[in-house]
């Protein structure tokens, strides 16, 4: 049923239960709003109408109606810029700000941040509250993301984006009044919950409430450190989304770019992580294919998402068995990076700093588990974020715009198409039956791209021909959706024999450390059409066809799932139930 209502003497239709924001949007009015958050790809809405910028006049009505929950009515008549309106506005700002820092030049989110943006688009210069501030330890005890609850303004897209989105439950509204916080239970530590680092609530975060653990100074001390050999490696995701924070548009391929500048920030050698999800692919390929022979063990669930294989350590120990044993992308670059590359080179694994640039900031905290190292030294030194990255450039005054294309190094650097769509959810899964495609056939098929796999869909299914054998698969991404799937699988309510798994809604093109996208879902898509064009581009599209993985197995590691393989490139899991 359709609602008739005047916006500024406008007149509009709307669905009946549509929100007064939804009626002004569908006239292009503009509402200010800062504790309201949708994201229409993956339907999501945050709509508490608790910071109260969003409010308007609505004739008949005594008070002010907050836009963002007030539902359409039949002859409604809503003015939102009276001067009124505008005024509150301006007095709740005023009073949010009296209980903040304002420490604007030194925040993480400066000018990514909506309380700034919408105190300079309301040409607020003068406060006029001043009152008690809110003082609280910053957490940095995690690996990952910072909190500094000093600037929190109790929106709570964060309870959102970890309760509702995520389903892991860390963060909650504790406390009443002035001393209201969103925090942990007990006030612990992050490093001490079961958050899985996704980064989700940063995404969300409005303000610097929430941001990542900076590791950027790390890297500009080991570029400065003459006795060390220092070499980068960039995630597939980065070379879609490291564009936007230059001003340029969302889903540019800025790969030649980023390269150009990763050689005049120093770095001795700049490689990709898509080299080593090739990588994964024929290790992780190996174990589908005698998992599956051997009917034994499935569904086989991938095992590149950090954030994704934590929240299974916590939440469904019982399972541990069915992750692949393959280590992600970026600990296969890391460790293949100190043994092979560091002998190649007659380097020691110890004088070579492995730098990751990364859309994710669980990669971060996965750097630093323990079994990612080798006798006290790390397989990967230092994890940056796509955003730090970026502030790197700029701090180097590097005119990212302007540079020419430059190329991956050899070998660590040669990559396929079917590595770069790792960075979209469904990419891992359709890089992996490819290869298998092929494996089992035993031929060079043509038929590459299975596209019922791709789409930021939180849950996908597709059952697809591999050389005669029929697999059953299913792609999900967003920790909700993996809980519903993995509910499912426990109640024997659902049999596949292989299953991609992604912490983020959409896959790591949406991670924690990708620019901030404040909800556009238009960006996302973006970025992920551009991987997929990324791949149709590359002169060679399956992870076993890569001349540099060829010789790698030729020269260091033998077959795929060799016992050297093994002991390189596989892991195992930790019940952290209790943890
Ligand atoms: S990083 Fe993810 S799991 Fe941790 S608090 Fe944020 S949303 Fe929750
Ligand atoms: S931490 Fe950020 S997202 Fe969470 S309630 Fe505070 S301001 Fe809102
Ligand atoms: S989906 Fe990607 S970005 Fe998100 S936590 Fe997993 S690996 Fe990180």
């Known amino acids: 049923m359709m609602v008739n209502l005047k916006i500024n003497d406008l007149p509009v239709s709307v669905e009946a239960g549509s929100t007064i924001l939804e009626a002004a949007s569908k006239l292009d009015i503009r509402i200010p709003t800062l504790c309201h958050f949708k994201m229409d790809c993956f339907q999501v809405e945050h709509r508490s109408g608790s910071c109260r910028v969003c409010v308007v006049e609505v004739k008949g009505r005594p008070n002010l109606a907050p836009a ?26 005023d009073l949010l700000l009296s209980d903040h820092p304002k420490d604007c030049l030194i925040c993480p989110k400066n000018l990514n941040c909506s309380l700034q943006a919408l105190a ?19 957490d940095l005890s995690s690996k990952a993301i910072a909190r500094d609850l000093d600037k929190c303004i109790m929106c709570r897209r964060c309870e959102t984006a970890c309760n509702v989105v995520q389903t892991v439950g860390v963060l909650s509204g504790i ?82 770019k980023m390269i150009t500048a990763l050689r005049m920030l120093g770095f001795d050698k700049v490689f990709d992580t898509d ?22 063990n499935l569904p086989i669930l991938t095992s590149c998402c950090p954030g994704w294989v934590k929240f299974l350590e ?26 092979y590359y560091a002998q190649k080179i007659g380097v020691k694994p110890e004088d070579l700093i492995v730098v990751s640039v990364m859309p994710c900031l669980s990669k971060k905290y996965e750097a630093s588990r323990e079994e990612f190292s080798n006798n006290g030294v790390p397989d990967v030194d230092i994890v940056i974020s796509t955003r730090e990255l970026a502030d790197m450039i700029r701090e180097a005054g590097i ?35 490819r290869t298998a495609a092929d494996w089992i056939s035993g031929e060079d098929l043509q038929e590459i791209d299975f596209t019922a796999v791709r789409g930021l869909q939180g849950i996908k299914e597709a059952t697809v021909k591999v ?85 790698l197995y030729d020269e260091f590691l033998g077959e795929p799932g060799s016992h050297f393989a093994h002991k390189l490139l596989h892991t195992s899991y930790v019940n952290r139930r209790d943890q």
Request: proline share 4%; aromatic share 6%.
């Open 68 to 93: 963002c929950s007030t539902p359409v009515t039949e002859g409604m008549e809503v003015q939102t810029n009276s001067l009124r309106a505008i005024n509150a506005r301006r007095t709740i700002l």
């Open 120 to 138: 300079q688009e309301m040409g607020l210069h003068q406060l006029l509250y001043k009152g008690e501030q809110s003082t609280y330890n910053k």
């Open 175 to 256: 406390g009443r009044g002035f001393n209201a916080v969103v925090g942990t239970a007990g006030l612990k530590p992050l490093a001490e919950t079961n958050c899985v680092f996704c980064g989700q609530c940063v995404q969300a975060c409005p303000v610097g409430a929430l941001s990542e653990i900076d590791y950027k100074y790390d890297v500009w001390r080991a570029l400065n450190d003459s006795s060390k050999t220092v070499v980068v490696q960039t995630a597939p995701a980065v070379r879609v989304a490291i564009g936007e924070c230059f001003d340029m548009q969302p889903g540019s391929i800025s790969t030649g």
């Open 275 to 296: 080299f080593a999800a090739d990588l994964t692919i024929m290790e992780e390929t190996t174990e589908l294919i005698e998992r599956v022979r051997k009917n034994e």
């Open 314 to 339: 916590h939440q469904f120990p019982d399972l541990l068995y069915m992750p692949s044993s393959a280590k992600s992308p970026q600990q296969m670059f890391g460790a293949i990076a100190k043994s």
């Open 399 to 433: 005119q990212f715009e302007d540079l020419e294309d430059g190329v991956y190094d050899s070998p660590l650097g040669e990559s396929t198409g079917a590595a770069v769509i790792f960075g979209a959810s469904g990419g891992v899964l359709e890089a992996a039956l």
């Open 467 to 551: 050389g005669g054998i029929e697999l059953k698969a299913a792609i999900c991404s967003g920790l909700g959706n993996v809980r519903k799937l993995l509910e499912k699988i426990q109640r024997g309510e659902a049999n596949y024999h292989a299953i991609e798994v992604m912490a983020c809604p959409g896959g790591c093109l949406n991670g924690g450390g990708q620019p901030y996208h404040h909800g556009d879902s238009s960006i996302l898509k973006k970025r992920l059409d551009a991987l997929y064009r990324d791949d149709a581009g590359m002169p060679i599209r399956k992870s076993h066809k890569n001349p540099s993985i060829i010789k």
